[in-house]
């Protein structure tokens, strides 16, 4: 059963900084692309970022395209979003995803990141 576990969202200011961890379980992990996936209250999911298997290859969405960094421990099973220079639009529910973009076959529950002074 594939389980994913989102972690350390919270509340920032303008300009801060955030780590989100996943930890993935019931799958092999190394085998698969991996997303975040956001979601502002009222609107439709928005791709953030992916990365292949090996972690060589990372895609990010223009909106967050030099502040946000994905990585991956293939050894650990974790996924992390690694977000700096964050602003207010980047409040929103963010979810680790299993695929690239928006083609996922499952999520976790999410992990909320509120932007705000």
């Known amino acids: 059963q594939v389980q994913l576990a989102e972690s350390g969202g919270g509340l920032v200011q303008p300009g801060g900084s955030l780590r989100l961890s996943c930890a993935a379980s019931?799958?092999?992990?190394?085998?698969?692309?991996m997303s975040w996936v956001r979601q502002a209250a009222g609107k439709g999911p928005e791709w953030v970022s992916s990365?292949?298997?090996?972690?060589?290859?990372?895609r990010y969405a223009d909106s967050v395209k030099g502040r946000f960094t994905i990585s991956r421990d293939n050894a650990k099973n974790t996924l992390h979003l690694q977000m700096n220079s964050l602003k207010p639009e980047d409040t929103a529910l963010y979810y680790c995803?299993?695929?690239?973009?928006?083609?996922?076959?499952?999520r976790g529950q999410g992990t909320q990141v509120t932007v705000s002074s």
């Open positions: 990365i292949s298997p090996s972690g060589t290859t990372t």
């Open positions: 019931g799958f092999t992990f190394s085998n698969y692309y």
């Open positions: 995803a299993r695929g690239a973009h928006l083609g996922y076959d499952s």
